[in-house]
């Protein structure tokens, strides 16, 4: 129980509120007060709505690359890129059975896909796809697309594409001399946490 | 100001080559790592592995001496499942050569000794690691 003496203010407090509130306080004091008072909650209104409606549009500009991401041309680039996985029965049930270094998965493609040109048919699917995760990984950087939504829904996506296509894309870039393609998609799949790994940021 | 005038087509030359993109550069040969019995196990088994011409055959080291093919897979996917590790001491588990690969692995003097040795087969040669 406590002392109700403890809960009284003490004399230096009570000065203190004295100092402020006198007593000789006229209403146009008040009224400035009051004012100064709404304007600040006013303006805390105002940045929180800010914030608010700026993660309203980051969630909607994240909803738009998922949408996308169903949608032409991505739609027909992974169709493409099916094909192509499935014109490989071989090579996929080898590369999937066994545990590979990325440099005996890179010297596989090299003896069996680009060796023949058979990678021929996955060159713009492959810029397709390359770009739009350009797109995504600099809407997510740049703050311009919700972090969570984009990590909840292209983490894995894009770990699984960077990996795979990898050697295509170092193959692209020896074969252009752009050197930037597939780098984004790289340093997306790096930097984003897919669901269950940690808490997404954003 | 006249001469930055006259110098002006120079130095849009020099602009123009620093912002020019690379040039494609050629494509480092690549090669498969292996110990020499895995190499020897392939050169002497080359007649029952050699692809028909044009075609690649893909080899599990581990099941080298069995001639039998690998199962189809026949999974859906757009992008397949990939199991990759980081590591540059261990020997590859798989290659995928073709009949010239085939060819030029049973001309190949293959180095003793317990080292890895990378095999480069566009170049028909084995250099130890």
Known sequence: MSNPADEAPTPARRSRIRRFFKPEMDIDTLAHLFTLVVAVAGMAKFFYDQDQAEKAENRARAITYINAYTEEPLLGARQALYDFWASQPDLVAMIRSQQLTPRNYAAMLQASVFRTGAEAPVREPLLVLDSFYSQVSFCESGGLCDTGIIDSYFCEHARRDAQAYAPFFAHLRNQSGDTRIGRELEALADRCTPPGEGQPTG | ?129
């Open chain 2, 1 to 129: 100001m006249p001469m930055l005038t006259r110098r002006l087509p120079q130095f849009l030359i020099c602009l123009s080559l620093t912002a020019a993109p690379a040039g494609a550069q050629p494509a480092e040969p690549f090669f498969f790592l292996l110990t020499a019995p895995q190499l020897t196990c392939l050169r002497d088994n080359a007649e029952a592995y050699a692809p028909p011409e044009g075609q690649t055959a893909f080899v599990t080291l581990a099941d080298c001496q069995r001639t039998t093919a690998p199962a189809t897979d026949t999974a859906q996917f757009t992008t397949p499942d990939i199991s990759l590790f980081d590591s540059t001491e261990s020997p590859d588990t798989v290659v995928a050569l073709s009949a010239q690969d085939f060819t030029c692995l049973e001309g190949l003097e293959i180095p003793e000794g317990t080292g890895l040795l990378a095999f480069y087969p566009e170049r028909c040669n084995v250099e130890p690691r």
